[in-house]
């Protein structure tokens, strides 16, 4: 009888201990799910009173409230840091994690790379897939360590291994390439629709892209439509843009203008160069949208101001044709300089004709016939209007001398020399 209760009494010993460690974790678990719904308020609630207990989890959950901000908790990468070195300090992969995350981007710390895969190290090695991807990303991009697409190809592997998706992704891209060791379509192929189907947009992209230009799969618009439309639905500007492209040219699905604006618009208002382009090509055709030369003109200058060198040349084009406004050939002939400092083949062209028939400009035959030489180097197959007989024509308006100084000219600006023009 008295060895019964003795046993008893260790049972509900055992149990009165075991009780209240399954209820914080069930606790830290709620407040983990609050956290990945974005009710951030409530995922504090729970997780602040047992992070101020010492508890290392709750700690780097608290470090991420504060790294990620939202729903009423503000943005605060000291608070994030402070939090996660609690964690850290207990050897927990989590805020061992976080503090490389900070690290390496400088977040509430001056930034370190060497500390960052220091930090890093120490949560791959308890298998935090989060920090093997980080190892390998910063493997790959020479970050802390010296470059190694070998080791970045070892790093993303492990991460993959666990299901974590940019991990299966990043590891497709190197093995698509060849990088870091043989190149294993197959196996990237597999990689990226296990990626795309977690939802990862930048798979889904890379999955659209290989249809649409047939790399390594056979040429399938439609199917290259539906994966752009995934990625693209999350905000994926460069899915966007290519989703535009299909319904624009009228590939894998019928013809459609303004579907074609309404993709591009989604990736131009979030600043997206490309994408303005596009917008002001369409304005200015009046395709799928009234034609509106002042509207393209808006487009075109937001895509400059980034600095995208076909915005300059479709300035330039406005003001040469007196389109939305008066004919200005020298206000163009400013706009393709900028364009063809950015070795913008089209605009070294239309430099190249101005020079030659000296409008808005004094006539320069060497200029013109080093002009058109280098934009010729830098086209595209049949991006240019009969190049070589143009050039033959400036070549005919050179003495002698004059063609070596030409050649040399161009000769510099090929070689990144600065495109000064008199």
Not at 26 to 35: K, M, R, S, Y
Not at 125 to 142: I, P
Not at 178 to 189: F, N
């Given at each position: 009888?008295?060895?019964?209760?003795?046993?008893?009494?260790?049972?509900?010993?055992?149990?009165?201990?075991?009780?209240?460690?399954?209820?914080?974790?069930?606790?830290?678990?709620?407040?983990?799910?609050?956290?990945?719904?974005g009710n951030y308020a409530h995922a504090l609630e729970l997780l602040l009173p047992l992070?101020?207990?010492?508890?290392?989890?709750?700690?780097?959950?608290?470090?991420?409230?504060?790294?990620?901000?939202?729903?009423?908790?503000?943005?605060?990468?000291?608070?994030?840091?402070?939090?996660?070195?609690?964690?850290?300090?207990?050897?927990?992969?989590?805020?061992?994690?976080?503090?490389?995350?900070?690290?390496?981007?400088?977040?509430?710390?001056?930034?370190?790379?060497?500390?960052?895969?220091?930090?890093?190290?120490?949560?791959?090695?308890?298998?935090?897939?989060?920090?093997?991807?980080?190892?390998?990303?910063?493997?790959?991009?020479?970050?802390?360590?010296?470059?190694?697409?070998?080791?970045?190809?070892?790093?993303?592997?492990?991460?993959?291994?666990?299901?974590?998706?940019?991990?299966?992704?990043?590891?497709?891209?190197?093995?698509?390439?060849?990088?870091?060791?043989?190149?294993?379509?197959?196996?990237?192929?597999?990689?990226?629709?296990?990626?795309?189907?977690?939802?990862?947009?930048?798979?889904?992209?890379?999955?659209?892209?290989?249809?649409?230009?047939?790399?390594g799969v056979k040429q399938d618009y439609g199917e290259a439509l539906d994966w752009y439309?995934?990625?693209?639905?999350?905000?994926?500007?460069?899915?966007?843009?290519?989703?535009?492209?299909?319904?624009?040219?009228?590939?894998?699905?019928?013809?459609?203008?303004?579907?074609?604006?309404?993709?591009?618009?989604?990736?131009?208002?979030?600043?997206?160069?490309?994408?303005?382009?596009?917008?002001?090509?369409?304005?200015?055709?009046?395709?799928?949208?009234?034609?509106?030369?002042?509207?393209?003109?808006?487009?075109?200058?937001?895509?400059?101001?980034?600095?995208?060198?076909?915005?300059?040349?479709?300035?330039?084009?406005?003001?040469?044709?007196?389109?939305?406004?008066?004919?200005?050939?020298?206000?163009?002939?400013?706009?393709?300089?900028?364009?063809?400092?950015?070795?913008?083949?089209?605009?070294?062209?239309?430099?190249?004709?101005?020079?030659?028939?000296?409008?808005?400009?004094?006539?320069?035959?060497?200029?013109?016939?080093?002009?058109?030489?280098?934009?010729?180097?830098?086209?595209?197959?049949g991006e240019l209007d009969a190049p070589e007989e143009r050039l033959m024509q400036m070549?005919?308006?050179?003495?002698?001398?004059?063609?070596?100084?030409?050649?040399?000219?161009?000769?510099?600006?090929?070689?990144?020399?600065?495109?000064?023009?008199?």
């Amino acid at each position: 009888m008295a060895g019964k209760t003795k046993r008893s009494w260790i049972g509900r010993t055992i149990l009165a201990a075991i009780m209240p460690m399954a209820a914080q974790a069930q606790t830290i678990q709620d407040g983990l799910a609050a956290f990945e719904q974005g009710n951030y308020a409530h995922a504090l609630e729970l997780l602040l009173p047992l992070a101020e207990k010492g508890d290392a989890q709750a700690q780097c959950q608290m470090g991420r409230l504060y790294y990620r901000g939202g729903d009423g908790i503000p943005q605060n990468f000291n608070n994030s840091v402070e939090w996660a070195q609690k964690s850290a300090e207990q050897n927990n992969p989590c805020g061992l994690n976080s503090m490389g995350v900070s690290y390496r981007f400088g977040q509430g710390v001056d930034a370190d790379a060497k500390t960052a895969f220091d930090y890093f190290t120490r949560a791959a090695a308890q298998g935090f897939d989060k920090a093997q991807f980080s190892l390998g990303n910063m493997h790959e991009l020479g970050e802390g360590t010296p470059q190694s697409d070998a080791e970045a190809r070892a790093w993303y592997r492990k991460a993959a291994d666990q299901g974590y998706a940019m991990g299966r992704y990043r590891l497709a891209v190197l093995l698509l390439e060849g990088r870091g060791g043989a190149a294993a379509p197959k196996e990237a192929q597999q990689l990226l629709r296990a990626s795309a189907a977690q939802g990862l947009a930048e798979a889904q992209y890379s999955l659209g892209w290989m249809s649409d230009h047939g790399i390594g799969v056979k040429q399938d618009y439609g199917e290259a439509l539906d994966w752009y439309r995934l990625a693209a639905d999350q905000g994926y500007p460069a899915a966007q843009i290519s989703l535009g492209n299909l319904y624009a040219d009228g590939l894998g699905t019928s013809q459609d203008d303004e579907k074609a604006v309404g993709w591009y618009y989604e990736a131009a208002r979030n600043g997206v160069p490309a994408a303005q382009v596009n917008m002001g090509k369409h304005y200015a055709l009046g395709r799928g949208v009234q034609q509106d030369f002042d509207e393209a003109m808006v487009w075109y200058q937001q895509a400059a101001e980034y600095g995208e060198p076909v915005a300059y040349l479709n300035v330039g084009l406005l003001y040469e044709n007196g389109q939305g406004r008066p004919a200005n050939p020298a206000e163009a002939a400013r706009w393709y300089h900028a364009a063809a400092e950015r070795r913008e083949p089209r605009s070294l062209a239309k430099l190249a004709h101005f020079y030659a028939e000296g409008i808005s400009v004094k006539r320069d035959p060497v200029a013109a016939w080093a002009l058109q030489y280098t934009a010729m180097a830098y086209a595209a197959d049949g991006e240019l209007d009969a190049p070589e007989e143009r050039l033959m024509q400036m070549g005919q308006r050179l003495a002698p001398q004059q063609k070596g100084e030409a050649k040399a000219l161009a000769q510099s600006w090929q070689n990144g020399e600065e495109l000064v023009l008199p």
